[in-house]
């Protein structure tokens, strides 16, 4: 249950609260008006005091980015401008990769490390990691980790599962 306290007259980043509103349940609720000039909403009360909601929603669509990243390196994209867009409430970022692509990054995948290259740096890893260490794992041109675990039938000429022998007409018996 909210403390019973007046906050008629107060502020609350945008907010300027007008009255008190009906109690719904245990919940106090507060009728504020906007700096923006929009309708009056009711706001909870422990909302304001928070400093969770200190607009009507004005606040999250402002085209301005929070922090600015213009020319910082993240791997090896380069931030170059942010755009007006958002994804989730964060700026998108227009960057240029060291390899020539541009693309568009939300600002918390470039400062968290999530987003380091348009796409590049995850090709050469899989090229490296799929291609060179599969290569490295065949005997005889077979990729054994394709066979353990599996039990050969008590038949099989070859001494793997799903493995046979290939022959040619020439090479058959009759």
């Known amino acids: 249950m909210s403390k019973k306290i007046d906050l008629t007259g107060k502020k609350f980043g945008k907010l300027t609260v007008l009255k008190e509103a009906p109690k719904r349940g245990q919940v106090r609720y507060w009728l504020c008006q906007c700096d923006c000039g929009s309708n009056p909403k009711e706001i909870k009360q422990g909302h304001l005091t928070s400093g969770a909601t200190i607009s009507c929603g004005c606040a999250k669509n402002q085209k301005r980015p929070k922090i600015d990243l213009t020319n910082q390196r993240f791997g090896r994209l380069v931030a170059k401008a942010p755009t007006d867009y958002r994804k989730h409430g964060h700026t998108i970022w227009l960057c240029q990769c060291d390899c020539g692509n541009t693309k568009y990054v939300p ?12 796409g590049c740096l995850k090709k050469e890893k899989e090229e490296t990691n799929l291609v060179e260490k599969y290569e490295d794992s065949r005997v005889d041109d077979v990729v054994l980790p394709l066979f353990k675990g599996k039990e050969p039938r008590k ?11 290939y022959y040619t007409r020439k090479s058959k018996k009759n």
Do not use: E, I, W
Request: with cysteine; hydrophobic share 10%.
């Open 107 to 118: 600002s918390t995948y470039l400062t968290s490390g999530d987003t380091q290259s348009c």
């Open 155 to 165: 038949d099989s000429t070859t001494g793997y599962r799903g493995v046979s022998k």
